[in-house]
């Protein structure tokens, strides 16, 4: 994962503007939630990106897989609960008012059982009657064979490019959900010179369809906001039920 390169996260995803993606998920969860919204759970939570905004708001429980992307949240969220957490297996011991799970990290779950199985713990730890926000990663149908994308940022004195390819194991054209593999290489120059680092991401890459099946399966009723945060499309997951109190404890 992020575990090589959390220290310029930020940095590579500044094209993303996550104060205006926070309020707009500010607004969804007030549209659509009943009754009152006090805690959030940030799935994936990497740096913070979003949480850092909407603590405004709700007290933040974020959690992410990653300990070196939990320690760049942790620096800008000192009065969040962040704790390392895998999304395909989770227990906090709590309900909580709103979920947001952003940015693809659903995809992580490397396959559409994987997805369905985070669904499920969504679901457990959202009280009836919340809302949670779940946005995919980039749908099979725009998957561009061999794609390669390169980025250059500064971050802390460095001057970084990323190189990304996606690959996978599956003839072309993709017809159903498939692993891919997201291969990431950076070189980072400093004055004492540039050194190298590589990180895979293993994804799923599914259809709207895959998506939507996989979180209605465990309960949701989903609707879709076409253009969602960044053009991605976003889900919008309610948990059914009369909201009694702002969190409550799991038996
Ligand atoms: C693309 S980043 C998104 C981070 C953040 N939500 C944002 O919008 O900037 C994906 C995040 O998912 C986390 N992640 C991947 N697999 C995970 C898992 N199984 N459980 C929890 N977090 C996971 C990664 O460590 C990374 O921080």
Redesign the pocket.
């Known amino acids: 994962?992020?575990t090589r390169s959390a220290a310029f996260y930020d940095a590579i995803?500044s094209f993303k503007d996550y104060v205006t993606e926070s309020e707009r998920v500010h607004h969804l969860i007030e549209t659509h939630i009943d009754g009152p919204s006090a805690r959030l759970l940030?799935?994936?939570?990497?740096?913070g990106?979003?949480s850092v905004h909407l603590q405004q708001h709700y007290h933040i429980t974020g959690?992410?897989?990653?300990e070196n992307?939990l320690a760049e949240a942790r620096k800008r969220l000192p009065n969040a609960t962040l704790l390392q957490?895998?999304?395909?297996n989770f227990e906090l011991g709590q309900q909580f008012d709103a979920i947001i799970c952003?940015?693809?990290?659903i995809a992580?779950?490397q396959t559409v059982e994987g997805m369905a199985q985070v669904a499920t713990h969504l679901y457990r730890h959202l009280r009836p009657g919340g809302v949670a926000l779940v946005e995919p990663f980039i749908y099979l149908s725009d998957y561009r064979v061999g794609h390669v994308g390169v980025d250059q940022v500064e971050a802390d004195g460095a001057k970084i490019v990323r190189m990304s390819h996606i690959a996978t194991d599956d003839p072309l054209p993709l017809t159903a959900a498939t692993t891919i593999s997201l291969d990431f290489h950076y070189l980072i120059g400093r004055a004492e010179g540039i050194t190298h680092e590589q990180e895979i991401h293993r994804m799923v890459m599914a259809t709207r369809e895959d998506y939507q099946q996989a979180l209605s399966s465990v309960g949701f009723n989903v609707s879709y906001d076409e253009q969602g945060l960044m053009g991605r499309g976003l889900f919008i997951c309610k948990r059914n039920g009369t909201a009694r109190q702002p969190s409550v404890d799991l038996a």
């Open positions: 994962m992020f995803y940030d799935v994936g939570c990497g740096t990106a979003h959690i992410d897989l990653d992307i957490a895998d999304m395909l952003l940015f693809g990290v992580y779950a």
